[in-house]
């Protein structure tokens, strides 16, 4: 059995070499063959030249480097699409997934799963951080018609007909967290803990990028938001129809009087924000059927090692 290792590298020179020495080392007495399939996500520093030694060294290590940064959804794409293993794991490159984990997925795959998830506990996260992603997985696992869990991230061993499975979605919006679970199969985890990011460099994570996720999450697998506007919609015109009737009823009663400026603004207001906030769902869905339509390529390929290609053009 061929054991394919998928690394997504950005800037990560200070890194590459441990993580390739531990997961070498770690697999060294098993009796998987291995290939590690390392992607150059358009890193500035020299992470493609430590890619090209380490090729060089052991040619197990083989090497993908695209034309510029196309973000990590991207780059595990190329990694499936050039991963020849039997199964394959994907694993981040700065030592926060812990090769040691390897072992434990091969054996559950061995035992007949097709995914093992590597979950990682929230053990030292700050307690902020932590209350909010609960509260978004409760969110998102509400709206969303795929399950997503906590702490279950891109770690994870894939055997070859769930790689085909994510391989034959070809969306260019890749949601890879909801896809994995989309993909079904069955599916065992492994919990380890929260380790913390080596080499310096800080995380490229910041708030916003993490709003634009969750947003991502939401939108990316259902139109929850658009049904929720026609509910929103319904209840509003039900609500000012009951208004009316009781206005008129009033005015027949009592006669017509002027005070209403504060409802009037109110009402003016809060439409107009309801309003404009529903367009930017329907915007958000159109501007998603806008990329899909251009049907571009998920990455470039700048350099892969000698005589290096896609197991299948897809
Ligand atoms: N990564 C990538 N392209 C990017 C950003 C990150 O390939 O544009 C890689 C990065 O090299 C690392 C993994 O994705 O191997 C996770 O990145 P990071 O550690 O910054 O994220 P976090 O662990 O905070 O989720
Ligand atoms: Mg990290």
Same mark, same amino acid.
């Given at each position: 059995?061929?054991?394919?290792?998928?690394?997504?590298?950005?800037?990560?020179?200070?890194?590459? /070499? /441990?993580?390739? +020495?531990?997961?070498? /080392?770690?697999?060294?007495?098993?009796?998987?063959?291995?290939?590690?399939?390392?992607?150059?996500?358009?890193?500035?520093?020299?992470?493609?030249?430590?890619?090209?030694?380490? $090729?060089?060294?052991?040619?197990?290590?083989?090497?993908?480097?695209?034309?510029?940064?196309?973000?990590?959804?991207?780059?595990?794409?190329?990694?499936?699409?050039?991963?020849?293993?039997?199964?394959?794991?994907?694993?981040?490159?700065?030592?926060?997934?812990?090769? $040691?984990?390897?072992?434990?997925?091969?054996?559950? $795959?061995?035992?007949?799963?097709?995914?093992?998830?590597? +979950?990682?506990?929230?053990?030292?996260?700050?307690?902020?951080?932590?209350?909010?992603?609960?509260?978004?997985?409760?969110?998102?696992?509400?709206?969303?018609?795929?399950?997503?869990?906590?702490?279950?991230?891109?770690?994870?061993?894939?055997?070859?007909?769930?790689?085909?499975?994510?391989?034959?979605?070809?969306?260019?919006?890749?949601?890879?967290?909801?896809?994995?679970?989309?993909?079904?199969?069955?599916?065992?985890?492994?919990?380890?803990?929260?380790?913390? +990011?080596?080499?310096?460099? /800080?995380?490229?994570?910041?708030?916003?990028?993490?709003?634009?996720?969750?947003?991502?999450?939401?939108?990316?697998?259902?139109?929850?938001?658009?049904?929720?506007?026609?509910?929103?919609?319904?209840?509003?015109?039900?609500?000012?129809?009951?208004?009316?009737?009781?206005?008129?009823?009033?005015?027949?009663? $009592?006669?017509?009087?002027?005070?209403?400026?504060?409802?009037?603004?109110?009402?003016?207001?809060?439409?107009?924000?309801?309003?404009?906030?529903?367009?930017?769902?329907?915007?958000?869905?159109?501007?998603?059927?806008?990329?899909?339509?251009?049907?571009?390529?998920?990455?470039?390929?700048?350099?892969?090692?000698?005589?290096?290609?896609?197991?299948?053009?897809?």
């Amino acid at each position: 059995m061929l054991l394919s290792v998928v690394v997504p590298c950005h800037n990560e020179e200070d890194v590459l /070499e /441990e993580l390739v +020495r531990q997961v070498v /080392e770690t697999l060294a007495d098993s009796d998987v063959d291995i290939e590690l399939v390392l992607v150059d996500d358009g890193s500035r520093d020299d992470t493609v030249r430590l890619m090209r030694e380490i $090729h060089a060294r052991d040619p197990r290590c083989r090497y993908i480097s695209f034309s510029r940064n196309f973000g990590k959804e991207a780059a595990m794409l190329a990694g499936l699409r050039y991963a020849s293993g039997d199964a394959v794991v994907i694993m981040d490159a700065d030592l926060q997934h812990p090769p $040691h984990l390897l072992i434990d997925m091969l054996r559950l $795959h061995a035992d007949g799963y097709d995914q093992v998830i590597a +979950r990682r506990t929230r053990e030292g996260d700050a307690f902020g951080r932590t209350m909010i992603s609960r509260l978004y997985y409760r969110l998102v696992n509400a709206l969303v018609d795929v399950n997503m869990e906590d702490g279950a991230g891109d770690f994870r061993l894939l055997s070859r007909r769930a790689v085909d499975a994510l391989l034959q979605m070809r969306e260019y919006n890749r949601f890879s967290k909801g896809m994995f679970s989309w993909i079904g199969f069955p599916t065992a985890t492994v919990d380890y803990d929260n380790v913390a +990011r080596q080499g310096g460099g /800080e995380t490229k994570w910041s708030f916003r990028r993490l709003l634009n996720y969750g947003i991502d999450g939401i939108m990316s697998f259902n139109n929850a938001p658009l049904r929720l506007a026609v509910y929103l919609g319904a209840a509003v015109t039900a609500a000012s129809f009951v208004y009316v009737i009781v206005m008129v009823v009033l005015a027949l009663a $009592h006669g017509v009087s002027a005070p209403g400026y504060v409802t009037l603004i109110a009402a003016i207001c809060g439409m107009g924000g309801l309003q404009l906030i529903f367009l930017g769902v329907i915007g958000e869905y159109v501007g998603r059927i806008y990329y899909e339509t251009k049907r571009r390529p998920h990455f470039l390929v700048a350099e892969t090692e000698p005589g290096g290609r896609e197991v299948e053009k897809r």
